[in-house]
């Protein structure tokens, strides 16, 4: 992977090809709140997107709305130019779409390693009790199919020396970095990413950049969210900014964040963007 | 020894029969279906199994028709059930055993009334309910194993977590549920006809009550907790006579003192202190640091978790449910 990590800045996206991820119209109520509101964006595929806005401006609420986890209260979401609106949140996720979660879900009673083949789990084994019961050699080759996704995931974020660690015991950087590597093991082609750097320090930080870099280059589509803005602006192809459930700002990242409303959104309320 | 073991048979066969019913409220809790619904299985299959043999029907062809038919009903009943959130899910099935031994009550003849079902004839030795117990914990551990196994801890974990990689989690749930009612069903077939009789209050309330603390006792994490909790809830009454007639009110007091102080069960105390004891072991013995390498060496075989009691190479901090 020569230059691997090197930004390509003006990559077209393929001409007439089906947006990854199209939100239309998107609405969401929560208790009388409208954390989203008249959200309209489109993410062409094997591009790094940043999401950024200040707190509770519906960063989180959007990407729950695109795996599922949240009806939208109107509006609709298209994934490879399908209408998901329709769909549970596992059959989204069996069309390529893998996430991470702002606040971190980790099994405490499985290792690193295990907590990373779940990420896999479904694509390579499907679901099904009596083969359990009854294929104990076909779960056994699947096994090691998920083992061997999950160790080069962990490879890639550097966890393999922790890989039998119960996940509470480490660090909360460490543990984010768990978060990613099961996302990374589902080798999902929309990845949505909700704060994976919270928690980390600069190099790790760094780090993630650069991974999610070489992904965006490996054709992963990507969606970002940040409070970072140096990375986000280091890193994204493009940048999306919300503000109280309004879609403010679109663009190139360097510009996007010079736009008075997105300063103002940032600063006037006193919210400073560093995590 | 034969004579310790005549003198305790009812107990021995009681708690190989218990087995199967406490699996089937921990494969349950531990998927995070708060479901007492099997215990209302366990009467269907006491009730069925004793009216097919008492009308000539061999012991095994009817047994295993109740199971089958119960895990069939179950899955059917378990789509609108499982949308329910955990207590709500509970009082819904706990109801449902109440409604169920109301009907036994008053099945007439079929049923037997309040007396329930006398002279059911007896198909089943100690042999048959250690071979049928056994076979429960293989099924239900093998369901603590790889991507199965990973899937249903998950979904304790967090729900989000495990539809966001692509688990079916309502099919997930209303299979989950189907296995506990054909346990239930099973153990409830073993207990009529070993003892020969069942009424409608043997799969009533006290029942619910024995089984929880029995499933949450030992701890729900794996199948080994249910097995150790069944052993301690059969045997603690004889080792504590004068429990006798408060047993449920202790059991009650126990279940509560478990569920704040030690939510993880003697399993999970059995772990904790698994953990702080081994590594001393392993430097005390350094060449049964072979035996003791549970976690596998680096690029062998993960553990089977669930299948022992595994040790972690470095002393974690208690883990929370
Ligand atoms: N479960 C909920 N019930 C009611 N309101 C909610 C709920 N979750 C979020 N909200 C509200 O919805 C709005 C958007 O929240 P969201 O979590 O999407 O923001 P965010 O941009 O991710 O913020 P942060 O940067 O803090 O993560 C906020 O006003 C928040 O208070
Ligand atoms: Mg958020």
Redesign the pocket.
Known sequence: MTHATARTPEKPAPAAAVPSLDVRDAAVN??G?K?LDGVSLTVESGRLYGLA?P????????LAAISRLLDLTSGSILVGGEDIMRRSPFQVARMGLARTF?TVRLMPQFSVLENAMLGADQSVYGSSFLRQWLMPWWTRSREARVRARAEAALERLHLMDLRDQPPLSLSYGVQRKVEIARALTAEPRLLLLD?PTAGMNRTERDEIGELLLRLRNEGVTQVL?E?DLKMMVDICDHLYV?DS?HLIASGRPTECIREPKVVEAYLGRGRRAAA | MSSWYFSHLTLIQGMLISIPLALSVQIALRSGVFSFASIGFYGVGAYGTGILTMRGWPVLPAMLLMIVASGVVAYLMSAPLIRLRGLYLGMVTFAFDLILTVVATNGGELTGGALGLLGVPLGMGTGGLLAAALVAIVLVSQLERRSVGRALVGIKASEELVMSVGVDLKSRKRTVFAISAALGALSGSLYVSTFSTVSPTSAGFTLIITTLTMAVIGGTSSWIGAVIGTVIITWLPTMAATIGEYQHLVYGVVLVLVVMYAPEGVLGALRWLWRRLAPKVRMARPSGGAALAATGPPGGPPPDRGAEAEAEPVPADRVKG
């Open positions: 929560l208790g709140v954390a806005g707190n509770g401006s519906g960063k989180s609420t959007l702002q704060e969210v409070h919300l459930g």
